[in-house]
């Protein structure tokens, strides 16, 4: 049964986290990457991020390149440009992550390539897309995450703004970008036409905000942090410490906390007016809370999740990422996949979360390792363009792929 990008090419200059994470989406779903390594640099900066790390490999780089092809080709060649040509006149779309004014300069972009292939889409993520006075600037989750108010939302009331303990600007707008390429393919494909998409990590920010972001545009919300993880109107709604430690409760509904009145042995703040409707709890959160927090702390977590959930209230442990990755769910979900890479061993990895199936056969990829800097060049300027071996040598020999050796 064919994947359900199986006859999607995407040539690919990327590196690092977000836009590698981008084209992971497609990878697993059966998209064909072709990933462009710069040989002057030694390929994508994420060979080499520590700890886990042995020569041109990684951990990290095998998060975001599982199932990718790599080609060794440096731009800088006179000779790379009509290389990458060939490539794009075989692709359904060019994906980059570099600044805003790199596309255009490197020729990246649907004017540029359109007489080499009418049908291409080419998708740069940037860190704030290709106009405005930031687009040459690099953008970075950690910068992002400040600069678009999100360190302002996160961390305790009394301490200093926070990032997120994850680089979700990263791996957001790897989602949002490859949402827009296959908007941009499948159009090309009805209309005959491609385009541009010019997605930026500051604008996928921005739309994170959510909720948050029409509050403070329209009625100027000065959005609170909260203690314990709190959310900001919704009350109870973050974590409470029971009697040997942490865990979340989500009475985001008024039948949730109507049902965490009877399990904690309170109906009667059901029946207070300070604490019957949502927003009156929010109103008296300072009153509410103290009483909360005192019942919580009598028994242990594990016994109030049970409870809680029992009364169909949506509460859970606050794991470490260990306890994560052995809970019941992610075992009985299969969400760990294993595969064998010659120098790191046996790589355990995170299954997509992009589950399709037919006829209860799963459409993704199989796991397979990422490929070596270059290890595909040979056979795609082959296979896929037409190259004789003997023009791919000379082209070595030229130092198009790299400096000889």
């Not at 042995?265 to 709890?281: H, I, K, S, V």
Request: proline fraction near 7%.
């Amino acid at each position: 049964m064919s994947l359900p990008l199986a006859d999607i090419r995407v040539v690919s200059v990327e590196q690092f986290g977000a836009g590698p994470w981008g084209t992971l989406q497609l990878a697993d779903l059966g998209a064909e990457i072709i990933k462009i390594e710069d040989p002057g640099s030694k390929g994508d900066v994420g060979r080499f991020v520590p700890p886990f790390q042995e020569g041109e490999d990684s951990l990290f780089f095998e998060t975001f390149n599982r199932g990718k092809r790599s080609v060794s080709l440096d731009l800088r060649h006179p000779e790379a440009r009509g290389v990458f040509h060939d490539i794009v006149r075989v692709c359904d779309g060019v994906y980059s992550n570099l600044r805003g004014d790199q596309p255009q300069r490197l020729g990246l972009t649907y004017d540029q390539l359109r007489t080499v292939n009418p049908r291409i889409v080419c998708c740069s993520l940037s860190g704030f897309g290709m106009t405005g006075p930031r687009a040459g600037e690099g953008g970075y989750d950690y910068i992002i995450q400040g600069l678009a108010g999100w360190q302002s939302l996160t961390g305790d009331p009394a301490g200093p703004p926070m990032k997120s303990g994850l680089s979700l600007v990263d791996l957001s707008g790897g989602y949002a970008s490859a949402i827009a390429l296959l908007s941009g393919i499948w159009r090309a494909r009805r209309d005959g036409v491609g385009c541009d998409c010019d997605v930026s990590l500051f604008e996928t920010a921005l739309h994170e905000l959510m909720y948050i972001g029409p509050w403070a545009a329209t009625k100027g919300y000065v959005p609170p942090r909260r203690r314990n993880s709190a959310h900001p109107t919704i009350v109870p709604f973050q974590n409470f410490q029971a009697s040997d430690g942490w865990f979340v409760v989500g009475a985001a509904k008024q039948k949730f906390w109507e049902a965490l009145c009877e399990v904690i042995g309170r109906p009667d703040l059901n029946a207070d007016e300070r604490f019957a409707t949502m927003a009156a709890r929010n109103e008296h959160r300072d009153s509410l809370l103290p009483i909360l927090d005192e019942a919580f702390a009598t028994r242990t977590a594990a016994e109030w999740i049970a409870a809680l959930v029992a009364a169909g209230v949506p509460a859970s442990a606050v794991n470490t990422v260990e306890e994560a990755l052995v809970d019941p769910q992610t075992l009985a979900r299969e969400d760990i996949v294993e595969y064998e890479h010659p120098s790191l061993g046996t790589v355990r990895s995170i299954r997509t979360p992009l589950r399709l199936a037919s006829g209860g056969e799963s459409l993704e990829r199989e796991p397979e390792r990422s490929p070596h800097r270059g290890e595909h060049t040979g056979a795609v300027l082959e296979g896929l363009c037409g190259y004789t071996p003997e023009r791919v040598k000379e082209l070595a020999t030229a130092g198009v792929f790299g400096t000889p050796a």
